[in-house]
């Protein structure tokens, strides 16, 4: 494609996406109208994709000038990026398939405009401003992080001191968690396996690694697939919710020999390693889709290997002498790096919760430490997605109202 088929092309997928985010269009109006973020400078390391593209203008909208990197260096696409880039007020640093050196250059050049509010997805621009790049800090009136992960890390930073600005937890609203994690991985994970394998998905067995609620979207769409379940957990409470959902629980020693397919989902490392890679079935087929690309540990199966090949787009069979396992997407989020992630409707409502909260730290001087998003600001995004459905729903009444919060109203 030609570099103006590009951006025609990108410039395409962005308004497929504006036209199925109502309440990022709603939040934008405003923004239009209002200016809160005139004169800022607003830094991103997200999945440079159609999604992301539109809140991405609804900053610019807002008045801030906006630079963007990837946060994932399989997730980016490259018309989506190459259309922002053409944008006024919009730097995007984005390409697909970088390697580790330009993926962090491309993160410097971000923070090279001074940014005053940072948006990340998995903490990328927060390390580097922590470790490389603190004299940039007094600049930084706060964060905002996307992913589970990202919060973890930052929970950590701030329990040792070390987190030098203020940053909202955006995963923690219930509009986004319960809906992204849950529904949006549920269904573009699956999108992005069954695209990539083109193979079915019933009768099969589906081994879920982790049952938060990303994985609880990964298993309840499989059943729906017609597979069957298998569950493998290390909190006794989420496991005992995947058992009484259906599913079987059991060690990932046991399940590892009898799934056809597996999906990691917890966001920590070495879930499947080389013990279970010699005991699973020739043909096995493994994705991720939690945080980062070492779920799956890719070093063990390589040196496994006897050889390696690419046996269809994006997957790769590893040869371990008595059987054959296929990796997709290199181990990397596979709903991002085989697919085009989350549904447009899903991101609607994370990333309505991202620019609210721009504007919340614009507008307030936040302390340094991990925030939550305010409450208020999670229910204007579940207020708007339901008005956007065609969706009323009934208001307590004062007497109601009474009687469930007081004790002089009757038992
Ligand atoms: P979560 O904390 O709700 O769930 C993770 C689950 O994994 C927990 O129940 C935990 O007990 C379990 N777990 C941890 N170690 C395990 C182990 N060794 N074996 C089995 N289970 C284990 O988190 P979540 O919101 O579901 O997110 C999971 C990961 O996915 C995070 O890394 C998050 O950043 C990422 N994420 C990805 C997408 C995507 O688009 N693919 C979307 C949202 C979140
Ligand atoms: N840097 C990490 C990022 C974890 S991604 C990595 O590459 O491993 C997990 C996040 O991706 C989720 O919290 C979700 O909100 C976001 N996401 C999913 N689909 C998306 C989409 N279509 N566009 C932008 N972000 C998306």
């Known amino acids: 494609m030609t570099e103006k088929e590009l ?11 504006r036209n199925h985010m109502p309440v990022l269009a709603i939040v934008r109006e405003k923004f239009e109208e209002e ?3 005139k004169g800022l400078k607003v830094g991103m390391a997200l999945h440079v994709e159609a999604k992301t593209a ?11 000038k906006v630079s963007i990197a990837g946060c994932n260096p399989l997730s980016t696409q490259d018309d989506v990026a190459m259309a922002l880039d053409t944008r006024e007020n919009i730097h995007c640093f984005a390409k697909y398939g970088i390697g580790s050196k330009e993926y962090y250059e491309a993160i410097d050049r971000v923070l090279d405009l001074k940014p005053d509010i940072t948006i990340d997805d998995g903490a990328d621009l927060i390390f580097k401003l922590h470790k490389e790049r603190t004299d940039l800090l007094p600049n ?34 219930k509009t986004k968690y319960l809906f992204d994690n849950r529904y949006g991985t549920g269904q573009s994970a699956w999108d992005g396996i069954n695209r ?38 290390i909190d006794p409470i989420r496991a005992l919710e995947a058992r009484m959902d259906g599913y079987r629980v059991m060690k990932m020693e046991e399940a590892a020999k009898l799934g056809d397919l597996f999906v990691t989902t917890t966001g920590n490392r070495d879930i499947l390693t080389a013990e279970h890679f010699q005991v699973m ?28 090949k690419t046996v269809r787009n994006n997957i790769k069979e590893y040869d371990i002498g008595n059987r054959r396992i296929n990796v997709i997407a290199e181990g990397r989020l596979v709903n991002l790096a085989a697919g085009d992630g989350h549904p447009a409707e899903v991101m609607d409502m994370s990333f309505a919760n991202q620019a609210l909260c721009v504007r919340h730290i614009a507008e307030n001087k936040l302390l340094n430490g991990v925030h939550k998003v305010p409450e208020e600001l999670d229910m204007f995004v579940a207020k708007m997605k339901l008005k956007s459905m065609g969706i009323s729903i009934d208001e307590l009444t004062s007497t109601q109202e009474c009687y469930m919060s007081g004790w002089e109203c009757g038992t």
């Not at 539109?54 to 801030?64: D, K, P, S, W």
């Not at 070492?294 to 390589?302: F, S």
Request: charged content about 20%.
């Open 140 to 173: 930084i009136l706060g964060g905002c992080e996307e992913t589970t992960t990202g919060i973890h890390r930052l929970h950590a930073m701030e329990k040792e001191g070390a987190l030098k600005m203020p940053v909202i937890a955006v995963n923690d609203a």
């Open 196 to 233: 990539t394998t083109n193979l079915l998905v019933a009768g099969k067995n589906v081994v879920v690694a982790g049952y938060g609620w990303c994985g609880r979207g990964v298993a309840m769409r499989a059943e729906g697939l017609g597979a069957s379940v298998i569950v493998t957990e």
């Open 281 to 308: 079935q020739d043909g096995a087929i493994l994705a991720n889709s939690g945080h980062f690309n070492v779920e799956i540990d890719m070093d063990a199966l390589a040196s496994l290997s006897k050889s390696v």
């Open 7 to 17: 951006i025609e092309s990108g410039n395409m997928k962005m308004e497929w996406a």
């Open 54 to 64: 539109v809140l991405v203008e609804t900053l610019a909208a807002g008045g801030a």
């Open 35 to 37: 200016k809160p973020l």
